[in-house]
């Protein structure tokens, strides 16, 4: 009896997976492929080469890896589909930066990717990452090796339990996953994946696990019809089941209206725009959304919320009206429930239903933003116009705040340096090198990101867009080590750009292996590293807390310049205390076509010119007591 030649059989399994792959690539597509018939519908395959043709029936031709044993089995698949140039696989050095650009690759472009990494430690890291798409709603996918599903112990590198499906129970906290318990699964698991990443109102993370030994498995006569695509169909309008009437009443009625613009009104520009003029309206807009109206939009009040603006508080505190769309209502954005005391009823237009009925006093209106905002419109205006003269009163008073607000922030940049006892000598405040990174990369077509922390916080309420998709604030998880990540996207996206992610000393040293991929796949981008030697956020709120900060700063002296110019392919400049040394270094890094870092020593300390300010309250700490005091009091 001839024993079977287990290297035989893969030469044969490989040759087998070489000619789909040439097949779909000589027929420009699948689809092409199958329609011409140069690619079989009935087919013997593995489930490990089910799923990436799956996924490439999703136009996800992009994967971004940390390869490891839970994960052999499909990158020997991808290894040969990107040979035939059907794919294309990064190997980077953390599965958190992967996770990182794939979710800022769909925030800037709307492409798609796939994380993929081994079992255990590398599914963790990428779950972890996770939560920024998963807050931010953006749909990724990710593709992570898992425990057997037979019963043979503990696996290595997993979940210590003697239970099956530990790691999917984690999984499913985080957001909707699937475990291929077995190969015939593999079209249900892609159909949910589908629905989940590329949901039109409620994107999310969707985490395929495979067991290590059913990835190997062989599907006799799979239908390759059975491979799902297309995308789930958007919501229309809000039903009309009295909530039009009842909103135009509310509207009727107020005399101070405040339009709270959230992440689901992004593609609702111009209907915000009709909104405000129609209900004599101010917006209050999240960072989200910048841009989504222009800054200098006489009704555009500017963010809002605990780290907000003077105006954006001013129209939130003072409002009897609050037209919410496409807002969540995250902590920070509504001062922990305590950003509108004055409001006395609620339109909250949303695609979730929760996320529509989050206040009391409500009109819930389920519905697609851009749609429902358009049919209130209408129903407004047959009714006719009662906002009387204009300009109103609370217009006035409004954009009197927002001059304030502008005025406050001119006398920041009028103050560009202050003496910083850390560094011994005047170094640039956050405020002004922010404000003229931000103008630079307006005037020179450059996608700017955000890390968490003073950067991110001083950055929002600096920032003037006049178009949506220019500035880019992960508010959602506010992940450190998201912005500097956020650069691997420029190489990734099929229509490419140039980043600028501004960042902290504490941030940048999360992900620090940026400056080695960046460079590996070429990357084109800037860090820009506002160093002021601590966790500056953390330290600031400590200190307005209870008059110290506490394990925040940092001792060690680092050399980031040194330290990137360790990395052949990065180039590095120091700035010291001049803005126009800021800005020539920007230029220099934006002619160069690889990836740079500026390191700018910042300002920490008490002066009031050093930062932006806290212009609202938070549920954190010591503050918790009054402001949760305040929220049932108001009883909104």
Same mark, same amino acid.
């Given at each position: ?6 290297m035989?059989?893969? /030469? ?5 997976r ?6 779909i ?5 699948? =689809? ?7 690619? +079989?519908?009935r ?5 490990s ?6 996924l ?26 990107? =040979? ?9 050095r953390s ?9 800022a690759l769909?925030?800037? %472009? ?18 972890a990452? $996770?939560?920024a798409?998963?807050?931010?709603g953006?749909?990724?996918?990710y ?6 599903t037979?019963?043979e112990?503990?696996?290595?590198q ?11 129970? !984690?999984?499913?906290?985080?957001g909707k996953a ?5 190969p ?5 698991a ?30 006799k ?6 491979l799902?695509?297309? /995308?789930?169909?958007? !919501? ?13 009443d509310a ?6 209206v ?5 992440g ?27 841009g989504v109206? %222009? ?14 603006s ?5 129209a939130?505190?003072?409002a ?6 496409g ?5 920070? $954005?509504?001062c ?27 009109? +819930? ?13 209408d ?13 109103s009163?609370? !217009? ?18 009028q103050?560009p340096?202050?003496?910083d ?6 170094? !640039? ?5 922010i404000?003229?990174a ?15 922390g ?6 929002f ?5 006049d ?22 996207? %420029?190489?990734v ?15 940048? %040293? ?8 960046g460079?590996e796949?070429?990357?084109?981008g800037?860090?820009l ?9 953390i ?6 807390q209870?008059? $110290?900060?506490?394990a925040?700063n940092?001792?060690? /002296? ?24 800021l ?14 870092l ?11 010119f050093?930062?932006?300010g806290?212009?609202g ?20």
């Amino acid at each position: 009896m001839t024993e079977p030649n287990p290297m035989s059989e893969q /030469a044969a399994l490989t040759a087998s997976r070489q000619a789909r792959a040439a097949a779909i690539a000589g027929a420009s597509g699948i =689809e092409n492929a199958l329609d011409s018939g140069a690619l +079989a519908r009935r087919v013997d395959i593995t489930l490990s080469e089910a799923i990436v043709l799956g996924l490439l029936r999703q136009n996800v031709s992009n994967f971004l890896c940390v390869l490891g044993h839970g994960a052999t089995e499909v990158a020997e698949v991808l290894r040969i589909y990107q =040979e035939a140039g059907l794919v294309k696989a990064y190997a980077l050095r953390s599965e958190i930066e992967a996770s990182h650009a794939a979710t800022a690759l769909r925030w800037v %472009t709307g492409e798609k990717a796939a994380v993929v990494t081994s079992i255990g430690p590398g599914a963790l890291h990428a779950l972890a990452a $996770s939560l920024a798409p998963a807050s931010d709603g953006l749909g990724v996918w990710y593709l992570f090796g898992d425990e057997t599903t037979e019963d043979e112990g503990p696996n290595m590198q997993q979940v210590p339990s003697h239970e099956q499906h530990g790691f999917l129970r !984690l999984c499913s906290a985080m957001g909707k996953a699937y475990t291929l318990h077995t190969p015939l699964a593999v079209s249900t698991a892609l159909r949910r994946g589908m629905n989940t990443v590329d949901h039109p109102h409620r994107a999310g993370p969707f985490y395929l696990l495979m067991p290590m030994n059913t990835q190997a498995n062989m599907i006799k006569g799979f239908n390759l019809d059975e491979l799902p695509n297309g /995308a789930p169909p958007p !919501l229309g309008e809000a039903a009309d089941n009295g909530s039009y009437a009842e909103a135009i009443d509310a509207i009727s009625q107020a005399r101070k209206v405040v339009v709270r613009v959230g992440g689901g009104a992004r593609d609702a520009g111009p209907e915000i725009e009709r909104l405000l003029e129609a209900t004599d309206g101010v917006a209050v807009t999240s960072p989200l959304v910048s841009g989504v109206i %222009t800054y200098d939009h006489p009704r555009n009040m500017t963010v809002g919320g605990s780290k907000g603006s003077l105006s954006g508080n001013y129209a939130m505190e003072n409002a009897d009206l609050l037209i919410a769309v496409g807002s969540r209502f995250v902590c920070q $954005s509504d001062c922990s429930r305590t950003g509108y005391p004055n409001v006395e009823h609620v339109i909250n237009i949303n695609t979730d239903a929760e996320a529509a009925t989050h206040y009391s006093k409500t009109t +819930a209106m389920v519905g697609n933003a851009a749609a429902t905002v358009r049919r209130l419109i209408d129903s407004l205006l047959d009714r006719g116009d009662n906002r009387g003269p204009s300009p109103s009163e609370w !217009l006035t008073d409004c954009a009197a705040r927002k001059r304030a607000w502008d005025e406050f922030k001119e006398q920041r940049y009028q103050t560009p340096k202050l003496l910083d006892p850390m560094w011994g000598r005047e170094v !640039l405040t956050q405020p002004a090198a922010i404000k003229s990174a931000t103008d630079w990369a307006r005037d020179n077509d450059v996608v700017t990101f955000f890390d968490a922390g003073d950067a991110q916080a001083n950055g929002f309420q600096i920032v003037e867009d006049d178009v949506l998709g220019r500035t880019f604030t992960e508010t959602g998880a506010s992940y450190m080590g998201f912005a500097v990540s956020a650069l691997l996207s %420029t190489t990734v996206a099929r229509r490419r750009f140039y980043g600028l992610a501004i960042t902290g000393d504490g941030s940048f %040293t999360m992900n620090p292996q940026i400056l080695i991929d960046g460079v590996e796949h070429g990357a084109s981008g800037c860090i820009l590293l506002l160093d002021n030697r601590r966790m500056a956020a953390i330290a600031g709120l400590q200190i307005d807390q209870y008059g $110290s900060a506490y394990a925040a700063n940092d001792s060690v /002296a680092v050399d980031y310049v040194e330290w990137a110019q360790a990395v052949s392919g990065v180039r590095a400049f120091r700035v010291e205390d001049s803005i126009e040394s800021l800005v020539d270094a920007l230029r220099e890094a934006r002619s160069y076509h690889g990836l740079s870092l500026i390191h700018v020593p910042v300002y920490f300390g008490p002066d009031e010119f050093g930062g932006m300010g806290v212009f609202g309250r938070w549920n954190v700490g010591n503050w918790g007591e009054q402001t949760q005091a305040m929220r049932h009091d108001i009883g909104l």
